[in-house]
């Protein structure tokens, strides 16, 4: 009798972060046995399988048993990564090898290739916290805290996913500086989960700027004479690094989380009224830069997100009928199906709260969708199921 047992699981870097281009620089080695012409062509493709396997692996391990007795056990590993801008750095030969060392951009495979999700899924953008405030005085670029969420918000509501919230008026951290590594637990639950609830929304984005200043050796000459009278203000390279978070609504965890870093040339005058987001910042070098980096921001979320299940709370369960918290904007029609999860908590070893979600192996069916709820039936009666208001309905 055979047995086959197949394992198959994905290198942590595709589960952790979606799609993306990365840099990466490798050396590939082959044996110089032959031609050189040859050798150099095997380095080089070891080169790239390595630069391939930088950008997420998938590894399968097949072993076929008979009586017992392992036969045959085969490791498999495979990249759905692309690779390109490939640059040759140098290439030498040393003790019958020959090597080649490349640096090329690797664009990692996405997070759910094929999801099919078709639900718009409500996500509140909080207002970005400012670590260093003095640093934005020069340009006037106060104004970060809500006007780089709103370009967010027009971003995520322009690709037409997502329904987005503007809630950058609230911030989540008291302190930016240390956010979100000293917020505990429960703080971080209580924050997102109060404002997801508080305006519906199923995910909840915030961030932090942590730097808007110049390079030291600019910072030096910031408040020089040749500033003061206007000059010396040209070609100046400034920071933008901001982190970025996704908390889920429902149990305050942390879905996401990621630092972004460019710097530009900033030509504005010392006492220039700029404002961030503003046309004449969009104008400058500096502007352009963050620009890019915040649609990069935007295709991280997006994606973050679109791996997610759709979820929405049952505000009220009475008979065979539910109402459930889902806008008619999130692209739900009458009869659509939910699986219905009943939520619970737990306590994990820190006696720490944790959300948890049980399968009541129910389905519910749209009849009604209202602008503001849906409603739904379901063949039990929600008191025969313990269906209750919390509880949640779900489309994978």
């Given at each position: 009798?055979?047995?086959?047992l197949f394992?198959s699981?994905?290198a942590?870097v ?12 490798v050396?590939g080695e ?10 150099r062509?095997q380095?080089?493709?070891d ?7 930088r950008?997420g692996?998938?590894?399968?391990s097949?072993q076929l ?6 036969e ?5 590993v ?15 030969s040393h003790d019958?090898?020959?090597q ?9 495979q ?5 999801s ?8 509140a953008?909080?207002?970005?916290g ?8 020069y340009?006037r ?10 370009v ?19 911030s989540?951290?008291?302190?930016p500086r240390?956010a979100?590594?000293?917020e505990?637990?429960q ?5 997102s989960?109060?404002l ?17 200043d110049?390079?030291?050796e600019e ?5 020089s004479?040749?500033?003061?009278v206007?000059?010396?203000h ?15 609504g429902?149990?305050g965890a ?5 630092s972004?870093?460019t710097?530009?040339a ?6 220039a009224?700029?404002?961030?987001a ?11 830069q963050?620009k890019?980096?915040l649609?990069?921001v ?8 679109r791996?997610?299940?759709f ?7 009475r008979?065979?009928?539910l109402?459930?918290e889902?806008?008619a904007?999130?692209g ?13 908590t737990?306590y ?7 959300t948890e ?11 009604q969708?209202q ?13 025969h199921m313990?269906?209750?208001?919390d ?6």
């Amino acid at each position: 009798m055979r047995t086959f047992l197949f394992v198959s699981l994905m290198a942590l870097v595709s589960l952790s972060a979606p799609a993306q281009a990365l840099t990466v620089e490798v050396v590939g080695e082959a044996a110089l046995t032959g031609a050189v012409s040859y050798a150099r062509e095997q380095a080089l493709k070891d080169a790239l399988q390595q630069a391939t396997l930088r950008g997420g692996a998938q590894i399968s391990s097949t072993q076929l048993m008979e009586h017992g007795v392992i036969e045959q056990d085969e490791v498999r590993v495979q990249s759905n990564a692309q690779v390109r801008d490939v640059e040759v750095l140098w290439e030498d030969s040393h003790d019958g090898v020959y090597q080649v060392a490349i640096r090329a951009e690797v664009s990692s495979q996405a997070m759910c290739p094929g999801s099919s999700q078709r639900y718009r899924k409500a996500i509140a953008i909080a207002g970005f916290g400012l670590a260093q405030p003095q640093q934005a005085t020069y340009g006037r670029l106060e104004n970060v805290e809500q006007a780089l969420p709103r370009v967010l918000v027009n971003t995520l509501n322009g690709r037409g996913n997502v329904h987005v919230m503007d809630a950058s008026r609230i911030s989540l951290y008291q302190d930016p500086r240390r956010a979100p590594s000293t917020e505990t637990a429960q703080q971080r639950l209580t924050t997102s989960v109060a404002l997801a609830t508080q305006l519906g929304a199923q995910y909840v984005v915030s961030g932090v700027v942590r730097d808007l200043d110049f390079e030291p050796e600019e910072q030096k000459r910031r408040f020089s004479l040749l500033d003061s009278v206007g000059f010396g203000h040209k070609n100046r390279e400034r920071q933008f690094v901001v982190d970025v978070f996704v908390h889920d609504g429902l149990s305050g965890a942390m879905l996401f989380q990621r630092s972004y870093h460019t710097q530009g040339a900033w030509g504005e005058r010392p006492d220039a009224n700029v404002g961030f987001a503003t046309p004449s910042f969009w104008r400058t070098n500096y502007g352009d830069q963050v620009k890019d980096v915040l649609t990069t921001v935007a295709d991280d979320v997006g994606e973050v997100l679109r791996c997610q299940p759709f979820m929405a709370r049952i505000v009220k369960a009475r008979g065979n009928r539910l109402h459930i918290e889902a806008s008619a904007g999130a692209g739900i029609r009458p009869g659509d199906k939910f699986q219905v999860y009943r939520t619970g908590t737990f306590y994990n070893l820190d006696l720490e709260p944790r959300t948890e979600l049980t399968d009541m192996a129910t389905v519910v069916t749209v009849k009604q969708v209202q602008p503001q709820f849906i409603i739904a039936d379901m063949a039990s009666s929600a008191e025969h199921m313990s269906i209750q208001r919390d509880d949640m309905v779900i489309a994978w």
